[in-house]
């Protein structure tokens, strides 16, 4: 008898334990990058009209048309290397939970037109304390953009590589 309360002691500290453990890994994921716009947790793409791409918070990518299809990177473009996250508009879309938010680009692309601005925006994180990554040039002669396949055009761009935020209030 007293082995078998043991095991359910056992049992019952395994299980606690496990659920514990998937509680801290699934915290982090979808974090919203530190040029993301204030106020919107629970999202999982914003369309930047200036560049014509889409933003996966959940997997910290950029998404954008090349080489006829859309291709996935942890960059933009290479002609948008210069590109101000913090500064740029972004539409949030907090109607879209699929995986292919550009299946609406062409009503996005004439709804948020290069240059639109909506209501203002305040940034996450401040611009000044967060890494900014290099351009990786556009020297890929190999087509590859993080395993995503690719044109060769991975070129990058302010972009926050890491999905990082700023303050942690979401």
């Not at 080489?67 to 002609?79: A, D, E, M, N, V």
């Not at 009503?107 to 996450?124: C, D, E, L, M, T």
Request: charged share 15%.
């Amino acid at each position: 008898m007293k082995t078998l309360k043991l095991i359910a002691v056992g049992i019952i500290l395994l299980a606690s334990s496990a659920i514990h453990a998937q509680v801290s890994v699934n915290v982090n994921i979808g974090t919203p990058p530190s040029w993301g716009p204030v106020g919107y947790s629970n999202v999982d793409y914003y369309y930047l009209p200036d560049v014509e791409a889409y933003y996966d918070i959940r997997a910290t990518q950029f998404i954008y048309f090349g080489g006829g299809r859309w291709i996935r990177s942890r960059y933009l473009p290479g002609q948008y290397r210069n590109y101000d996250l913090y500064s740029g508009y972004k539409v949030v879309l907090n109607d879209y939970h699929g995986s292919r938010p550009y299946s609406n680009f062409k009503n996005h692309k004439v709804k948020y037109y290069k240059g639109y601005h909506g209501a203002p925006q305040r940034s996450i994180g401040s611009k000044g304390n967060n890494k900014v990554y290099k351009n990786k040039g556009n020297n890929d002669k190999h087509g590859g953009n993080d395993n995503h396949g690719g044109n060769g055009n991975q070129g990058g761009g302010k972009g926050n590589q890491g999905g990082g935020h700023g303050n942690g209030k979401h």
